[in-house]
């Protein structure tokens, strides 16, 4: 059975410090993975998506990937108000196969 | 880039009525898309794969009777939701994958109420 796994939170952090997400997941078979942002009542926004160890940038954003330790993480630089939210991990076979969710973690940066 | 629309976005029927769930592509065709569900405090789950032209996969635990899927054209998937009772209430999300990097990117949801 595929599990990912977040701590629920909830996650505070000062405005302009680094937010550190992590996911853990147990398929080994794994392919493809993703950070989404879920505010509270709407559908998931694509923050970053990671195929490969090692680590992705995109703005403020990197992913990191562990393939062998089956981790994958999230870090927010420079974190603003609007960045609280909702972050899910997914993760995915790849191909046609849909995304497995962790239960998400709640962060808060707090003005 | 990558948008996906879902109507209704809000929908409140009586038990026993069924429900019609549009989810469609609006800037690429979708060969796959995919139905989640998600209740209060949890995170999404996923119902089942719709693929153009052929009957959608589902999983485990989610009723194929109950829950009509019918991906018509590569740009448009609907979940009908059959003799619907106050436990199916939840909010509904498709997703659309562009095929290439294995991205979904999500309607924004539908919120279903059952009387």
């Known amino acids: 059975q595929k599990e990912v796994e977040q701590n629920s939170g909830p996650l505070s952090v000062p405005e302009g410090a680094i937010a550190s997400l992590n996911c853990t997941y147990s398929?080994?078979?794994?392919?493809?993975f993703f950070w989404y942002r879920q505010y509270s009542g709407k559908s998931p926004e694509l923050i970053m998506s990671?195929?490969?160890?090692g680590d992705k940038e995109d703005g403020r954003f990197t992913a990191q990937l562990n393939k062998a330790s089956q981790y994958v993480s999230l870090l927010i630089r420079d974190s603003q108000p609007s960045d609280s939210a909702t972050y899910l991990c997914?993760?995915?076979?790849?191909?046609?196969?849909?995304?497995?969710f962790g239960k998400g973690t709640h962060l808060i940066i707090q003005p | 880039g990558a948008v996906v629309s879902q109507h209704p976005s809000r929908v409140i029927c009586k038990s026993g009525t069924s429900v019609k769930i549009e989810c469609r592509s609006l800037?690429?065709?979708?060969?796959?898309m995919f139905w989640y569900r998600q209740f209060p405090k949890q995170s999404l789950m996923l119902m089942a794969t719709?693929?153009?032209?052929?009957?959608?996969?589902?999983e485990q635990g989610v009723e194929k009777d109950k829950f009509l899927i019918n991906h018509a054209s590569l740009t448009l998937s609907t979940l009908t939701v059959t003799s619907a009772h106050p436990e199916d209430s939840s909010f509904y999300i498709c997703?659309?994958?562009?095929?290439?990097?294995?991205?979904?990117?999500f309607g924004p949801g539908t919120r279903l109420t059952v009387l």
């Open positions: 398929d080994r078979g794994s392919q493809s």
């Open positions: 800037d690429f065709q979708a060969t796959t």
């Open positions: 719709s693929n153009e032209g052929s009957k959608a996969t589902y």
């Open positions: 997914a993760v995915t076979l790849g191909g046609a196969d849909g995304l497995t």
């Open positions: 990671i195929y490969s160890n």
């Open positions: 997703s659309a994958s562009e095929g290439q990097t294995n991205e979904q990117f």
